[in-house]
């Protein structure tokens, strides 16, 4: 499937001749086909997806990415029941990539593993021009939804959130992701009660607590937890269909266990001191710092993100230590020392 992603031309052989531009072709994944012409069945069939990973992506030491590394992330996660993938993701550091990695990695999900699993692109930005052409090229390669954000640093009004929104949910079906301590506002409820009437609206990601999306689900509007550790509940108690999940890269079994079946507050509770580990610093950092204590992945941070402290390595070393036969591939958990973390400014 990889040479029909993108088609080729072949070098000019004439001197100054023009190479031509190559032209990006939709992939029709056997699991879940999605141009945005594709019938209802197939946006109703993401809505119901109840556990999605924000996928992690590894680095070799030069920064590059580590895709060997990432595909067994994603082959982990498959295995253990996770139906959904945000690639390229504040998990992901969509933000530390170019727009040519970020629709690479992309169209790498989808040909090596979207005949398995949805994958939902991030290509949300705050200026509406570029997330319409990386939402363009996202679907262009084949993934099956994307991740939308609403315009942060230059905020805007509510008409302005209702035109952007709406401009990319024309392009095809879309999660819209509601996290105001990263974008500094709050997406309004009257706006979210608008775009949810759009054919192409799967639901929110909802980051501001089990109240608001109590809220939501009680008018029909489709969510899914963006806190792992108020996943549960919101689940089983607030109408929520499931969660976009952070520690799902490393229990992703565990993580399956929440989401489906009857609620389970003990696993629950047993959990819970991990899960807050994991955002003891801004996320991705403890992700990135328990990957590789656990030997998923290679020590690499691309700044500004860097390892967690010696302190905070030891607290999650021993919390993962308990749950080490529940994490995919890990054959020992160990406290890492600080020269052994490479930290990457140019790649």
Not at 180 to 195: A, C, F, K, L, Y
Request: glycine content about 8%; aromatic content about 6%; hydrophobic content about 40%.
């Amino acid at each position: 499937m990889a040479s029909q992603l993108l088609s080729r031309t072949r070098a000019p052989t004439c001197p100054g001749a023009r190479r031509a531009r190559p032209s990006a072709v939709r992939v029709q994944a056997t699991l879940l086909p999605l141009p945005a012409s594709e019938t209802r069945s197939t946006v109703d069939r993401l809505k119901k997806l109840r556990l999605i990973t924000a996928i992690k992506t590894p680095y070799l030491a030069n920064g590059k990415f580590d895709l060997p590394a990432y595909d067994a992330l994603v082959s982990h996660q498959i295995e253990n029941g996770v139906e959904g993938l945000i690639v390229g993701g504040t998990t992901g550091e969509g933000h530390l990539m170019s727009w040519d990695e970020h629709v690479m990695l992309i169209a790498h999900t989808v040909n090596a593993f979207g005949d398995k699993i949805a994958v939902i692109g991030n290509t949300g930005s705050n200026s509406t021009r570029e997330a319409l052409h990386a939402t363009e090229q996202g679907f262009a390669v084949g993934m099956h939804a994307s991740l939308q954000i609403n315009p942060y640093y230059g905020k805007t009004s509510k008409a302005g959130l209702l035109n952007h929104f709406n401009a990319v949910l024309n392009e095809g079906p879309a999660v819209v992701y509601n996290v105001p301590g990263r974008t500094g506002q709050d997406i309004p409820d009257d706006v979210v009660m608008e775009i949810c009437q759009h054919s192409n609206f799967l639901g929110m990601k909802e980051c501001t607590g089990n109240a608001r999306i109590k809220n939501y689900t009680s008018k029909g509007v489709n969510c899914w937890s963006g806190n792992d550790d108020e996943s549960h509940d919101a689940r089983h108690s607030s109408g929520a269909v499931g969660v976009i999940s952070v520690t799902s890269n490393v229990i992703p079994g565990l993580m399956h266990k929440l989401m489906h079946g009857s609620p389970d507050p003990k696993l629950n509770a047993d959990l819970k001191e991990l899960m807050a580990w994991m955002f003891c610093e801004p996320n991705p950092i403890a992700l990135n710092t328990a990957l590789a204590m656990c030997g998923l992945a290679r020590p690499v941070f691309r700044l500004p993100y860097v390892p967690l402290s010696r302190a905070q390595r030891e607290k999650g070393a021993a919390l993962l230590s308990k749950v080490q036969e529940h994490i995919p591939g890990c054959k020992s958990v160990r406290v890492m020392e600080d020269h052994e973390f490479i930290l990457v400014g140019r790649h």
